[in-house]
């Protein structure tokens, strides 16, 4: 046998995180899931992907961890998701090639901010590339929500609103542009966990206010329509969630509350240079907290 080699060149792209910025949840369904309906950004706050084919068919996966980063739990190898993403998608397809992977995290995790998802979408939109595999979009969305219900949203590339159990993606005719800041506490939450404490609602909450107010352009309102049915479960699990909130409450933010399954929180803000200045202050206030400034993407460069 040859010895293995590398063969292609490296590509890389970035893995934006994203923030609910409104989140229904129904009742449980026959799988397991939860049917909802969820209203999604990509920030600005990325990861980064780098892949370039294999001959030899093997899939290397390296993982940097980004400084002020902890990256403690994250799965490696053959457990992380962008591992068994690339081997779902050659199974799916029948290609043979293999890859060298190198992961640079960035985005916190068990924060509700998609960064797993979001790096699994990236390897397989490099690999489609790299390795020349035709595949429709649709193919692709179907067996990428296979393995993660958030990953056909970042296949998407820009702001959508999703059903289902989150895998069933309509883009929004244009996204908004603005300073957000995201706290994140010391403790992840699971995003089983929290679901599992989540108590359905008589009242369903609709997301056509939200979209209307982004359709149209408008920040204030927007900032002032979020909605993030997870947080009462959430604020049972820790007083993290609860923290936060009465800090972003004496902050300018316009609007404010957890993303997703948490335990990422965030909030608008009417500027970026308010932003930056109320992260500071929010910092000082919440010391054990990563404080992060970042911004919403109006829509996702390849
Ligand atoms: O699909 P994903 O792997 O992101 O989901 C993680 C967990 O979150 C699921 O195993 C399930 O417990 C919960 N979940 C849910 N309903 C959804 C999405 C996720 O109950 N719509």
């Known amino acids: 046998m040859k010895p293995s080699e590398p063969t292609g060149k490296w590509s890389t792209i970035s893995c934006p995180a994203k923030l609910n910025l409104f989140l229904e949840v129904g009742s ?31 899939i290397h996966l390296e993982v940097r961890c980004g400084t002020g980063m902890s990256c403690a739990g994250l799965p490696t190898e053959s457990e992380n998701l962008v591992y068994r993403i690339l081997e779902h998608f050659r199974l ?35 690999a489609k590339r790299v390795w020349g595999v035709e595949c429709s979009g649709e193919k692709l969305s179907s067996l990428a929500a296979e393995l993660g219900s958030d990953i056909p ?18 883009k929004l005719s244009r996204g908004l542009a603005g300073g957000v800041v995201l706290v994140q506490p010391p403790v ?13 609602s008589s009242e369903i909450c609709s997301a056509a206010a939200l979209i209307g107010a982004v359709e149209a352009g408008n920040w204030g309102q927007t900032a002032r329509l979020l909605f993030n049915r997870l947080e009462s479960a959430a604020r049972r699990v820790s007083p993290w969630v609860e923290r936060i909130s009465q800090e972003f409450e004496r902050s300018p933010a316009v609007g404010h509350q957890m993303t997703g399954s948490g335990s990422c929180y965030f909030g608008m803000f009417p500027n970026v240079p308010v932003a930056r200045r109320s992260a500071r202050r929010l910092k000082a206030a919440l010391p054990e907290c990563r404080v992060i400034v970042s911004d919403l993407l109006p829509a996702v460069p390849f």
Do not use: N
Request: charged share 25%; hydrophobic share 40%.
């Open 188 to 200: 992840g939450f699971s995003t089983a966990e929290i679901y599992r404490l989540h108590v359905p």
């Open 153 to 170: 949203f970042f296949l998407a590339d820009g702001w959508a609103v999703c059903r289902g159990r989150g895998e069933l993606v309509t």
């Open 28 to 58: 449980r369904r026959g799988d397991g899931y939860h049917e909802l309906t969820t209203v999604m950004a990509p920030i600005r706050l990325a990861d980064r992907l780098s892949l370039r084919s294999r001959s030899d068919g093997q």
């Open 92 to 126: 799916a397809t029948g290609c043979r090639a293999g890859a060298d992977v190198i992961l640079e995290k960035q985005v916190p995790l068990q924060a509700g901010l998609g960064g797993a998802s979001s790096d699994a979408a990236a390897a397989l939109k490099l």
